[in-house]
């Protein structure tokens, strides 16, 4: 074969690119022989483990309001769409995480960030106008992340404060306004949580909040059991549930969807701290059933328990006994802290851009103080739009449809398209079709939610009572 980009890499062709990612294969034997694993250091994960923290990175509290996307769709929809959405989200990580494999072998690194991946497949592309927009994509790929993460962090604000102030009330009536003249309103009880959610988000280091991870997982597995509990007493006959509604609310329901299914922000460090980065399809595979199944059992047995009553977090349908009192509670805890987990990364990212404007002995003290001033924008959003379904919504639909569906495809075709033996117009169209997805849910998906959020700006009472089985 002639020397040329299929077998060597040339230098001419790559004489645009300004980056910091560097090709250090010369060949592409070399870079298929190359073994990163022997460039990581530290304590790394197997399998299993691996598994259980993909599954955590993606069952947080959206998987508390999946059972409001099924009324939202209907049943039949949602089921169907359900399995759809976590096969293709599961088949655009698994690309993903194969161009970011190819890419740390190609400039022999040990791991990379997903800002890291896009911004190394448009940099090391042969073409010097793709090239060029390296330093874009990666700055595009920040803001959509912060954007989703920092959004999620405002969508467990309002689900702690409503958790609070439904126990505070003791009924189960679900409305903005105070149960009775004098009592706060819930952005009264949002304004009122701003403290403890800055006390905990100035917590520097992530080891800390770790061990209350695995007591969220518990915490989430105990909801579903008793969900499951509830609709096999309330709802024996799976009756009264509505097939299907508009294709608007389908569109609605794809947005939850998405958000409560996605591990888009965890996908690449899970493959980067794995002993055996080969085995991350196994990982990939099985972390995926056991996503769309808890997600599938969450949120079809909760519409099949509370019908057209359905609230987030599901915990609100509950009764306000004793022990359903209790998970409530515990329920608030653990979204509590999975803020300040979701807050650790994006606020990361946006203090890397900060941190160098300071002086180094002035850093630590600007780093708590912005901290705390993205806590109270955060609350301010969460006070401004105080609807957790329109919120999760809107970001499954305008950063989610990006980071799982469109990136993705578009980081595949920029790795692989000079790689012999690719039926390169396949790899075009394939990706092409994938991304049309993405780029519809972006544009419809993103005005459906955005006209949901506007009217919950205005918003004071809620259309619906929650209503809790005997």
């Known amino acids: 074969m002639p020397l040329s980009i299929c077998s060597v890499w040339s230098d001419e062709r790559y004489a645009g690119n300004k980056s910091r990612f560097k090709i250090m294969s010369r060949s592409l034997a070399e870079e298929d022989s190359f073994d990163v694993s022997k460039l990581r250091k530290g304590v790394r994960s197997g399998v299993l483990f691996s598994i259980m923290n993909l599954a955590k990175g993606a069952l947080g509290g959206g998987v508390l309001a999946g059972h ?7 049943y039949l929809p949602a089921l169907i769409l359900n399995m759809i959405y976590g096969v293709y989200m599961c088949f655009n990580f698994y690309i993903l995480v194969l161009s970011a494999q190819r890419l740390c072998r190609r400039c022999h690194v040990p791991s990379m960030t997903y800002p890291d991946v896009g911004e190394a497949a ?4 042969p073409n ?25 962090c405002a969508a467990y604000q309002l689900m702690v404060a409503k958790t609070i102030k439904q126990l505070a009330e003791d009924t189960q009536e679900s409305i903005i306004e105070g149960l009775f003249p004098g009592l706060p309103n819930l952005r009264a009880y949002i304004a009122f949580m701003i403290v403890p959610f800055i006390i905990i988000c100035l917590i520097t280091e992530i080891k800390y909040l770790a061990p209350f991870s695995i007591v969220a997982n518990v915490v989430i597995a105990v909801a579903i059991i008793m969900t499951i509990n509830y609709a096999v007493k309330n709802n024996p006959g799976f009756e009264n549930m509505v097939v299907a509604n508009s294709f608007m609310d389908i569109i609605k329901y794809t947005g939850m969807a998405v958000f409560s299914m996605s591990c888009a922000g965890v996908v690449i460090p899970v493959e980067n701290n794995m002993k055996d980065p080969k085995k991350f399809p196994l990982v990939l595979g099985i972390g995926y059933i056991f996503i769309i199944g808890s997600v599938f059992s969450a949120s079809f047995f909760g519409y099949v328990a509370f019908l057209d009553k359905c609230e987030s977090p599901i915990t609100m349908n509950f009764p306000l006994k004793v022990g359903p009192k209790v998970l409530k509670g515990f329920i608030a805890v653990m979204i509590y802290v999975t803020h300040a987990v979701n807050f650790f990364m994006p606020f990361n990212c946006v203090y890397y851009y900060l941190k160098p404007k300071f002086k180094p002995e002035n850093q630590f003290k600007m780093e708590l103080l912005f901290r705390a001033i993205i806590v ?13 379904d329109a919120l999760m919504g809107f970001l499954g639909c305008f950063c989610l449809s990006n980071m799982a569906f469109i990136c993705p495809n578009t ?13 390169k117009k396949w790899m075009i169209w394939r990706a092409v079709l994938l991304s049309l997805f993405g780029v519809f849910i972006l544009f419809c998906g993103s005005f459906v939610s955005g006209k949901d959020l506007v009217f919950a700006l205005f918003k004071k009472k809620a259309t619906t009572t929650t209503e809790a089985p005997a």
Not at 68 to 74: I, L, N, R, S
Not at 122 to 125: E, G, I, K, T
């Open 122 to 125: 448009f940099a090391l592309y």
């Open 411 to 423: 980081i595949y075709v920029l790795v692989h398209y000079d790689r012999p033996g690719k039926n």
């Open 128 to 152: 010097p106008k793709v090239a060029r927009w390296s330093t874009c994509y990666r700055k595009w790929i920040d803001v959509i992340t912060c954007l989703n993460l920092f959004g999620s």
């Open 376 to 388: 109270v924008v955060i609350s301010l959003v969460a006070i401004a739009f105080p609807s957790v």
């Open 68 to 74: 409001v996307a099924y009324m939202t769709a209907g």
